[in-house]
């Protein structure tokens, strides 16, 4: 490809990166402005130009999906012979080339997981640990190599670093951290973080191979430049070998993995290790609406994670909406009830994500979107009837109930049952897989008390109806809303994005506590809103639970974005406001299963008994059919509903709680000849 059709197409930003062919070069790359366009032009404009060698180009970036998309583009633009790598893969190459020839010796065999040998180093130090208490020192150890800390140091420094390990304390991780480089070396293994320990210390001490690396690679491009740890930057500087050519690429406000290393200080303090460096900010927007990239430029505006200021290139959209709603089931709900109603308006259902802080939070939108057969995928994490602790937790209480006899109060042995899983009514203090395991059983926790609260009964009941949710949830999909945590959500864009849990103490999350940790989670909000293209909907949950009391104030991050004086936007009401009145006493209904069916629990039913009697053999006649249980097709509620509201037309039966558009389209010819016979 020619140069100058290389230059055609890009903005006058993006131009400027593309003719900024020698280094030093910092590019201040704000969401969704086309950096991987400008810096694939660049690296190509330098091939047609002669500028570069190909093969002398060493582009870097963090994970093997971004850098395969690197290469295809570079592929399409003429330069195929650039090296598009992570910086392990660029490492392993160079690792294993060099490492037979200078130390005459096969190179370490590279473990894919840390635990097994980390349990050996544990046991050493006469520690029993569960796999999530592992899996917990297996990240300690690798913040610790890629920011260069040694077992030696890490007692004192864990402190002044608010670094912690639940349950183990900080001389304890130190002398595991030493065991586990002992057992590794035992057994001539190496693990990631030695691939990049490795290489750099190969480059240092040995001139003639840091002298040929540095022969073959004499431009360099690093992407999400504020993600780099120290180890990747000390690698980074062995590479370049005291030369400048080297060009950056990042943004300080997308910078949300602190906890695990990374440094944004490398991207912000570029032009004072590199005088002279040139600066280019790509602010033009290509992905959200006005809207969109409006309220995300306010919400870091004044503060230091401050980038660059955005501006939209796509044309007015819908408002960003702000909701508040009474509880986290009626949050569910009400999203559950949008989505819906975005996919029957032709939204693709792979264009639309649901986003929360953390994995636990999805329980309830998992329900709600099985609910109105809306497919879902769980991006990050298995579903959360898949969690182990779930699974384990719910096999216990069914235990519970068989061999105590069904304990009457159904509190009471979901109570007893979770503590002997190690679940307290306050969560732990440290972030990592004990607080996650935590999370997952007060889920369940927060399930029992809402079923506890639509159904009295007992024990036994309320595994049924976990059992029920499960076989719900679990109907395999090929495609469908996502739901990820915001920190899964990097990188990726949908036309449609609710923002869900925006309270305080879920954003920032709890253990946020100093300044700069509050920071990084007004970062993570920021990458949140800025998946969206089009439409945005940031909520949260005055309660835990229906009928609690609505305590939670929303997030301190949406002062000034959201209306003032307002708990929600001027759109209008949301679900968990509709048929908030018993139709019978009129008085306020309080739970999910008041609201689905339109009355009070203590109300008498006034649904027609033989329309009900009706639908319950359809209902078994149709779920013999599909070989699902009966629930599957209606519950118990819904069909009461059906039978106290006698719907007239499809657009009714829609709004039914429990009953979504797929379903109508299933059985609302059926449901509505029923209703229609006298």
Known sequence: MRSNDLLTGLDPEQRQVAEALRGPVQVLAGAGTGKTRAITHRIAHGVATGVYQPTEVLAVTFTARAAGEMRTRLRALGAPGVQARTFHAAALRQLRYFWPNVYGADLPQLTESKLALMAQAARKQRLSPDQGMLRDLASEVEWCKVSNVRPDDYAALAPTRGREVSGV????????????????????????????????????????????????????????????????????????????????????????????????????????????????????????????????????????????????????????????????????????????????????????????????????????????????????????????????????????????????????????????????????????????????????????????????????????????????????????????????????????????????????????????????????LYVGMTRARVHLRVSWAAARNPGGRKTRKPSRFLDGLRPAGSSSSSTGPTRSRGHQMCRTCGTPLSSAGERKVGRCDGCPAAYDEALFDRLKSWRLERAGEAKVPAYVVFTDRTLEAIAEVRPGSPEALLRIGGIGAKKVEQYGDDVLALVAQD
Not at 180 to 204: F, G, I, Q, S
Not at 224 to 229: M, R
Not at 285 to 293: F, I
Request: glycine residues 8%; proline residues 5%; contains cysteine.
């Open 169 to 524: 304390d900080p001389a304890t991780v130190a002398r595991v951290f030493g065991s586990y480089e002992e057992v590794k070396r035992a057994a001539n293994r190496m693990d990631m973080e030695d691939v990049l320990l490795l290489t750099a210390a190969l480059l240092a001490e040995d001139e003639r191979v840091a002298a040929q690396v540095r022969r073959q690679y004499k431009f360099f491009t690093v992407d999400e430049f504020q993600d780099v740890s120290p180890l990747q930057s000390a690698l980074l500087d062995l590479w370049l070998g005291g030369r400048d050519e080297l060009c950056v690429v990042g943004d300080p406000a997308q910078t949300i993995y602190s906890f695990a290393g990374a440094d944004a200080d490398f991207l912000r303090n570029f032009p004072q290790r590199y005088p002279g460096a040139s600066k280019v900010e790509l602010v033009r927007n290509y992905r959200s609406t006005p809207e969109v990239v409006t309220a995300a430029n306010s919400l870091l505006s004044g503060t230091r994670s401050r980038g660059v200021e955005l501006r939209s290139q796509r044309s007015a959209g819908p408002a960003v909406r702000y909701v508040e709603h009474d509880d986290e089931v009626a949050e569910a709900e009400a999203v559950a009830s949008e989505i819906a109603k975005l996919v029957a308006s032709g939204v693709p259902v792979g264009e639309i994500a649901v986003l929360f802080r953390i994995n636990a939070q999805s329980e309830a939108f998992e329900d709600a979107l099985a609910a109105r057969q809306v497919p879902y995928v769980v991006r990050g994490a298995a579903r959360f009837y898949d969690r182990p602790e779930v699974r384990q937790a719910i096999t216990l209480l069914r235990g519970t109930a068989r061999s105590e006899g069904d304990p009457d109060d159904l509190m009471d042995g979901v109570r007893a049952t979770l503590s002997g899983m190690g679940w307290a009514p306050e969560p732990p203090t440290a972030r990592g897989s004990a607080r996650d395991r935590w999370e997952s059983l007060q889920a369940l926790f927060t399930q029992a008390e809402i079923y506890a609260a639509e159904h009295p009964g007992r024990l036994g009941d309320f595994v049924d109806d976990l059992d029920r949710r499960a076989a719900e949830q679990h109907a395999p999909v090929a495609g469908g809303v996502t739901l990820a945590t915001l920190h899964t959500a990097k990188g990726l864009e949908w036309d449609a994005v609710f923002l869900c849990g925006v309270q305080e103490g879920s954003i920032p999350i709890t253990f946020a506590q100093t300044p700069v940790e509050v920071e990084e989670e007004r970062r993570l």
